[in-house]
């Protein structure tokens, strides 16, 4: 269901028209269910800041590269795509049909063009000009219904505005869609995963620019921790991303079920097939038709086509595109923490470079961890590594904490939103177990936090004139639960620790009871 607040109707009109127009579309679909995983419709995520490129229209794409950490130049947003029989994948023919009870492609005068029936009407060819290496099922009714929708005027502003977003990393994506040999469309994918926004999180808990859940990241080098969550890094889940999407085609050879088994799961695809009369067909459409896959699945495919041939061809469309390309990205390994705030003030770049870039952090504080990986504009790599170089520059935040009675590591720990491991690799030689009082420790800022105040600020205001003569089974314990104080402030104002042996007769100062 497309949910927009009643406040937000005005300012997302194209968003409210293109929602419906794709509810119309789903329907044809046969998607009775939710939207794919983490394909948010147009109408359920807040726009934010968009930023993208694309190419000229007629460019070819570059044979594929060596990969590298920057982003090539025009070339890598090149949407004409290989020649058929590319990456396994041949393209659609002319006067290719449909059958009209199975939706499904057929090719005329093919052996199963008679099971398809007499009625069975030629397929409009692909339009002059344009080309695609994986099949488009020009006619169907859901993916022309899909096409119908996003060339709506809501339509195209929606799918402007993604593009615009996407331009950060549009030109990376396609390099490593290059060089894994990869069909070029593919670069479209996270138009409709996730708005082209790593910090897209589906309703279901698929979390980036591609979308991946936790129990799906296995084996593709993705990390989540408490510094990271690797599933938003542009360039980590990319790459896990393309390499998931070729596991599929290897384990299918046809893309439409690969990009299935992207949304469903390959273990779904599987056992569609093995469900699958033989006679009706084993590819997509026909599963399809038997009914074999989730109602979400099947509007997956005809969804991402429409996508596919709008954007590959934007001005035959009628979208208005910035043809500006989004710059390259530099990858640099730091030494140590880092703050971005700081880190971009003293490189002279703004933050939102650098917040772009790192989606992944959790704070705006790199982990403490050697080999951490920052990205950064290319054209700001040399003014980055001079300040990180710099040791006159202090490029992490830090509160100065002086420890109270009843202050633990773990409450410090909270309040500072710190992890209690940072703060002892900022205190060498500090003891966790024992911390004195007066001491002040080194706590790295992660977040804006007010002073502590401490658990026992409220008894070290107590008069602890009065006196009390220890007697035998008497412990510190026992006598702070008698006066209603914590034992840390007892055992600190009779200049003990809460380890301290306590004789009998020994006399302690304790509060004054009123």
């Known amino acids: 269901?497309?949910?927009?607040?009643?406040?937000?109707k005005g300012r997302n009109a194209a968003r409210?028209?293109?929602?419906?127009?794709?509810?119309?579309?789903?329907?044809?679909?046969?998607?009775?269910?939710?939207q794919p995983r983490g394909a948010a419709s147009p109408a359920e995520m807040a726009p934010s800041s968009f930023e993208r490129s694309h190419v000229p229209e007629g460019q070819t794409a570059a044979a594929t590269a060596a990969p590298?950490?920057?982003?090539?130049?025009?070339?890598?947003?090149?949407?004409?795509?290989?020649?058929?029989?590319?990456?396994?994948?041949?393209?659609?023919?002319?006067?290719?049909a449909?059958?009209?009870?199975?939706?499904?492609?057929?090719?005329?005068?093919?052996?199963?063009?008679?099971?398809a029936g007499a009625a069975a009407a030629p397929l409009p060819a692909c339009p002059p000009g344009e080309y695609f290496s994986?099949?488009?099922?020009?006619?169907e009714p859901s993916f022309e219904a899909f096409r119908t929708a996003y060339?709506?005027?809501?339509?195209?502003k929606w799918l402007a505005a993604v593009m615009e977003r996407a331009r950060p990393y549009m030109a990376y994506i396609a390099e490593r869609v290059r060089y894994y040999g990869l069909p070029d469309e593919l670069v479209y994918l996270p138009v409709i995963e996730s708005e082209y926004s790593p910090k897209a999180v589906s309703?279901?808990?698929?979390?980036?620019?591609?979308?991946?859940?936790?129990?799906?990241?296995?084996?593709?080098?993705?990390?989540?921790?408490?510094?990271?969550?690797?599933?938003?890094?542009?360039?980590?889940s990319t790459d896990a991303a393309l390499r998931k999407l070729a596991d599929n085609y290897a384990a299918f050879g046809d893309w439409n079920l690969a990009l299935a088994a992207y949304n469903s799961g390959l273990g779904a695809v599987t056992r569609a097939l093995r469900k699958a009369d033989a006679d009706k067909g084993k590819d997509y459409w026909s599963l399809r038709k038997q009914g074999l896959l989730a109602a979400e699945t099947t509007s997956y495919v005809p969804k991402f086509l429409a996508v596919v041939t709008i954007l590959s061809y934007p001005r035959r469309n009628g979208l208005d595109v910035d043809w500006d390309e989004g710059g390259a990205w530099e990858s640099l390994e730091l030494r140590k923490s880092v703050d971005l705030c700081l880190l971009a003030d003293a490189a002279g770049i703004p933050l939102a470079d650098l917040k772009a870039g790192n989606a992944e952090l959790r704070y705006t504080v790199t982990p403490p961890w050697s080999g951490y990986r920052i990205k950064v504009p290319a054209g700001s790599a040399d003014a980055v590594k001079a300040a990180l170089d710099d040791p006159s520059l202090k490029l992490l935040r830090y509160y100065l904490h002086k420890v109270s009675s009843g202050d633990t590591l773990s409450a410090i720990a909270r309040h500072y939103g710190t992890p209690q491991s940072m703060i002892v690799q900022a205190n060498p030689g500090m003891k966790p177990d024992l911390l004195r009082l007066g001491q002040v420790i080194v706590i790295p800022a992660l977040k804006d936090a007010a002073p502590m105040q401490s658990a026992a600020s409220d008894d070290a205001k107590l008069d602890f004139s009065g006196s009390y003569s220890v007697v035998k089974g008497d412990t510190l314990w026992?006598?702070?639960?008698?006066?209603?104080?914590?034992?840390?402030?007892?055992?600190?104002?009779?200049?003990?620790?809460?380890?301290?042996?306590?004789?009998?007769?020994?006399?302690?100062?304790?509060?004054?009871?009123?």
């Open 203 to 236: 309703r279901s808990g698929a979390t980036g620019l591609w979308q991946f859940m936790r129990n799906s990241i296995g084996g593709y080098g993705i990390r989540i921790d408490d510094w990271v969550d690797e599933r938003r890094d542009f360039m980590k």
């Open 98 to 115: 449909l059958s009209p009870d199975a939706g499904s492609p057929v090719t005329s005068g093919s052996g199963n063009a008679s099971d």
């Open 478 to 514: 026992s006598i702070s639960l008698r006066y209603n104080v914590q034992p840390e402030v007892l055992a600190g104002k009779n200049g003990l620790s809460l380890t301290s042996v306590i004789r009998e007769g020994m006399v302690l100062h304790v509060p004054i009871i009123k």
């Open 151 to 156: 060339l709506s005027e809501g339509g195209r």
């Open 68 to 96: 590298t950490l920057s982003a090539q130049p025009a070339s890598a947003l090149a949407l004409a795509l290989p020649s058929p029989g590319s990456a396994g994948v041949s393209l659609p023919a002319d006067g290719e």
């Open 1 to 8: 269901m497309c949910a927009i607040s009643r406040s937000d």
């Open 134 to 139: 994986i099949p488009i099922p020009w006619g």
């Open 16 to 34: 409210w028209a293109l929602c419906l127009a794709l509810a119309l579309a789903a329907s044809t679909a046969g998607a009775q269910g939710a």
